[in-house]
């Protein structure tokens, strides 16, 4: 795994804030980077972490509803 892709966040959402959720659900610290969208109307993520945070961050109910979470590969 390479990381995860999280989208359809609020667009003032920043990679700090991503940082901390993840750090709040799994206790390990990870590299977030802001990926540049098409769209103003939302923010999108890579969030660099192993297979095992990964299946952590997921979970569906730790997200803001409407959020797109998968995994992603460059």
Request: charged share 25%.
């Amino acid at each position: 795994i390479k990381g995860l892709f999280v989208s359809r966040l609020q667009p003032r959402t920043n990679s700090k804030s991503i940082e901390d959720l993840v750090y709040i659900e799994t206790g390990r610290k990870t590299h977030v980077k802001r990926l540049i969208s098409n769209y103003s109307s939302y923010a999108s993520f890579v969030i660099q972490c192993n297979q095992h945070i990964a299946s952590e961050l997921l979970k569906e109910d730790i997200w803001p509803k409407g959020s797109l979470i998968k995994f992603y590969e460059e």
